[in-house]
C-alpha cells in the first residue's frame, strides 16, 4: 500500500476544512482503495465530535452497511486524540497511519497510545510520521494566520 501518495490526498481533504483546523483522513481497504474521505467538519456541524476520523468513520460505517471496519486502514493527517482513539477501536480498525504528531493530545504514542494499549483490546498497527513535514506545516500555517 502507497502511503504517501494516500496521504498526499489526505492533505488535499485537509484543505477542504478552512475555516477548520486543518486536518483529513480517509479510510481504505485492504488495496488502498479508498471507501471514505473527510475533513474536520466540528464548526460547519456545530459538533465538537465531527473530527475528520470521526467523519470517515461514520461515512465508511454507513457505506459497508457495518460498524466493524476491519481489514481496513485509516489514513490522517493529525495523530488521532483519545476520542478518535475510541472510535477506531471501536469500528475494530486494524491499522492507522498519520503524518504529525499531536504533542498536545495525542492518544497514538505521544502524550498517550490508547491504540496500542492491549488492556483495550487488540492493538492497532500505527505507523507514525508520513509526509510529516508537509502535515505539519498546514497545521502551523493555519495556527500562524490565526493569531
Known amino acids: 500500500m502507497d502511503f504517501v501518495s494516500l496521504m498526499h ?3 488535499q481533504e485537509a484543505t477542504k476544512a478552512v ?6 483522513a480517509l479510510l481504505v481497504d ?6 471514505a474521505a473527510s475533513h474536520n467538519q466540528r464548526e460547519k456541524k456545530h459538533d ?6 470521526i467523519e470517515v468513520i461514520r461515512i465508511a460505517a454507513e457505506k459497508l ?22 472510535a477506531i477501536l471501536a469500528a475494530r480498525i486494524p491499522r492507522v497511519v498519520f503524518g504529525a504528531w499531536d504533542e498536545r493530545v495525542g492518544a497514538s504514542g505521544s502524550i498517550y497510545d490508547v491504540l496500542r494499549d492491549s488492556r483495550l483490546g487488540k ?4 505507523i507514525a510520521g508520513v509526509l510529516e513535514e508537509e502535515c ?3 497545521l502551523k500555517k493555519f495556527f500562524s494566520e490565526k493569531r
Open 65 to 86: 452497511q457495518s460498524w466493524r471496519l476491519e481489514n481496513t486502514t485509516l489514513i490522517v493527517t493529525l495523530e488521532p486524540c483519545v476520542m478518535c482513539a475510541g
Open 48 to 53: 465538537p465530535t465531527s473530527h475528520a476520523e
Open 9 to 11: 490526498s489526505a492533505l
Open 123 to 126: 492493538p492497532v498497527e500505527v
Open 30 to 35: 485492504d488495496k488502498g482503495m479508498v471507501i
Open 136 to 138: 505539519s506545516s498546514i
Open 19 to 24: 475555516p477548520e483546523v486543518p486536518v483529513g
